[in-house]
């Protein structure tokens, strides 16, 4: 059981948008702390896709948005590709794990 | 180009030591923040480790006491040494170079990853 939710499947077709949720609580995201985003494509490492909630690392599309409010946060991707296809993270911190905790993670599929 | 070459998985029985390593290239381990990250198989991410420049050290509570993040500056290389290995540390293990304190942290590069299988 992750300390962060999120949905195990999403999808949609090309060209739609997705959103991807991240529901925390009072000691983590709630709290303050920021959230951080990355996509895995299968066999591959993980990829830094947001960081600090909203912040776009250089090379990642404008495409895909980041935000948060209260316990939650969001990983918002437009105009949706086949190459999006691929499990999504989110991450934050939590105090009273004293600790750098995950989501459970979410798998995107193209339609 | 930043580059983070992992090295050490393999096989171990219950019980076992293994010591893995992780040699960036782009950058020097000294003056940055490192973390191991996990993933079981089939599973999803879990944080294992992180260090500071200044060498302060944070375990999850999985693997608090068994497990110890160091670095050797002059090989430019991370350690994550594993003591009383457990079916459940069967995973990948990634290394990472992390930003910002540990509340804060995150993680925008990581090594090609290593299979870590303990079993009899």
């Known amino acids: 059981q992750s300390v962060l939710t999120q949905p195990p499947s999403v999808s949609g077709a090309p060209g739609q948008r997705v959103t991807i949720s991240c529901t925390g609580s009072s000691s983590n995201i709630g709290a303050g702390y920021d959230v951080h985003w990355y996509q895995q494509l299968p066999g591959t490492a993980p990829k830094l896709l947001m960081y600090g909630n909203s912040n776009r690392p250089s090379g990642v599309p404008d495409r895909i948005s980041g935000s948060k409010s209260g316990t939650s946060a969001s990983l918002a991707i437009t105009g949706l590709q086949a190459e999006d296809e691929a499990d999504y993270y989110c991450q934050s911190y939590d105090s009273s794990l004293s600790g750098v905790v995950f989501g459970g993670g979410t798998k995107l599929t193209v339609l | 180009e930043v580059q983070l070459v992992e090295s050490g998985g393999g096989l171990v029985q219950p019980g076992g030591s293994l010591r893995l390593s992780c040699a960036p290239s782009g950058f020097t381990v000294s003056s940055n923040y490192m973390s191991w990250v996990r993933q079981a198989p089939g599973k999803g991410l879990e944080w294992v480790s992180l260090?500071?420049?200044?060498?302060?050290?944070y375990y999850a509570d999985s693997v608090k006491g068994r497990f110890t993040i160091s670095r050797d500056n002059s090989k430019n290389t991370l350690y994550l040494q594993m003591k009383s290995l457990r079916a459940e540390d069967t995973a990948v293990y990634y290394c990472?170079?992390?930003?910002?304190?540990?509340?804060?942290?995150?993680?925008?590069?990581w090594g090609q990853g290593m299979l870590v299988t303990v079993s009899s």
């Open positions: 260090i500071y420049s200044g060498g302060s050290t």
């Open positions: 990472a170079r992390s930003r910002g304190l540990i509340a804060a942290a995150y993680f925008d590069y």
